[in-house]
């Protein structure tokens, strides 16, 4: 049985804890060197394990222009030790035991109502796709929001790689369980592996990626390395982290956060800043790195590129 509790990224933000307390926290763990700030790079990948020194690296892509984000990009230090990723930890600074996450080999299996079930390793499904990069918004659920270039390939691509038969309307994200680097999983309350689920139209928008590369780099563990989703109209949680099961159903998967608290996270988790969490309004958002707060815009911004998708789908809760 599930008992009710507090989760650390249900807090707002103005009940977190102050952004400025976790810069204070960083420096004295080391600084510039910790982080792999420029000049320290070296430094910081020698403390590293080699799988994961051999995983970091370039990984760029010519910018989509048709996605515009409208506001300065994220200072690279906040995304890369601002996270929430409940298997390292229900706190946001967990990056330094994710960075540990080996990432090779890493495959993916595609399965369900698919015309051949099978495994892909990530390299020879990065041959399949060509890569982008694309400048996005982000807006987590508790009010706070990023703005970052992601390189990566429409999800749609991944669907023509994985051939779902007519009768599949939800493609279905599972993620890796690796009981060794990921200390949160032996919270057993949680309904691991984390799950995150789309409709088949969803999934076929093109504002929908998966992304491989985050600043022109191959993506870091702690924010979703080797290969996550991205659904910039919705809030963060349904970008799905390390992606290791695509599975396609005929039926609506049980999310992870649906499944712990359905009343608060539901299944289609459209960005709306009308509709407030039970627990907080959702008409701001904080931005992280610049000491700014905003208002939060529908669908994050993406309504030209999707509110049409939801126009004849009545009763449901589409914006938790
Ligand atoms: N596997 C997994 N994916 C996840 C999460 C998680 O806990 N586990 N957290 C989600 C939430 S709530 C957010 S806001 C984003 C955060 O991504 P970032 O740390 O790269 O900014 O990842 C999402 N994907
Ligand atoms: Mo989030």
Known sequence: MLIRRRFGWEIPEAAATPESVALG???????????????????ARAALPAEAAEFAGPMSAPVDQRYQPGRPFTPTENVYTYNNYYEFGEEKGIWRQAERLPMQPWSITIDGL???????????????????????????????GITIPWTGFPLKRLLEIAEPLSAAKYVIFYTAENRRYMPGL??????????????????ENDLAIIAVGLYGQKLKPQNGGPIRLVVPWKYGFKSAKAIVRVTFSDKRPLTFWA?????????????????????????????IGFDKVVPTQ???????????????????????
């Open 186 to 203: 032996s919270e057993a309350w949680y309904p691991w592996p984390y799950t995150e689920g789309l409709t088949m139209f969803e999934a």
């Open 25 to 43: 926290r960083r420096s004295l763990i080391g600084g510039a060197a910790a982080l792999g700030l420029a000049g320290s790079a070296r430094d």
């Open 114 to 144: 698919v015309a051949k079930k099978r495994t892909i390793a990530f390299e020879d499904l990065l041959k399949q796709v060509t890569l982008q990069e694309r400048l996005y918004r982000h807006r987590c659920v508790e009010a706070w």
């Open 259 to 287: 499944e712990v608290d359905g009343n608060e996270y539901g299944f289609w988790a459209n960005v709306n800043p009308a509709v407030p969490h039970p627990r907080w309004s959702q008409a701001r958002e904080r931005l």
């Open 298 to 320: 529908i669908y994050n911004g993406y309504a030209e590129w999707v509110a049409d998708m939801y126009k004849g789908i009545k009763g449901q809760q589409l914006f938790r």
